[in-house]
């Protein structure tokens, strides 16, 4: 989409707050990929609840990576 090709250019440029803006534009329309890599800049960002909101509407919205990172941090919490 738009708003994620405006994300993906900010981000190339180390505009992070930029990037986050577009992605959660994107997110909001529904695109579970923007709602993985908005997740991935929160947590990097240490917004740790926003985050795992993101993640989460990822999953729910069928991004396999998000799937897949949100298998990995309950096996790795169950081990904790």
Request: glycine share 6%; charged share 30%; net charge positive.
């Amino acid at each position: 989409t738009a708003m994620e090709a405006l994300a993906l250019m900010a981000l190339e440029a180390n505009d992070n707050k930029t990037s986050v803006k577009y992605f959660e534009k994107a997110a909001k329309k529904g695109q579970a990929r923007s709602m993985y890599r908005l997740a991935l800049l929160l947590q990097g960002d240490k917004r740790l609840k926003e985050a795992h909101y993101w993640l989460m509407k990822a999953s729910l919205g069928g991004n396999a990576e998000a799937q897949g990172l949100l298998k990995r941090l309950s096996e790795r919490k169950q081990k904790n």
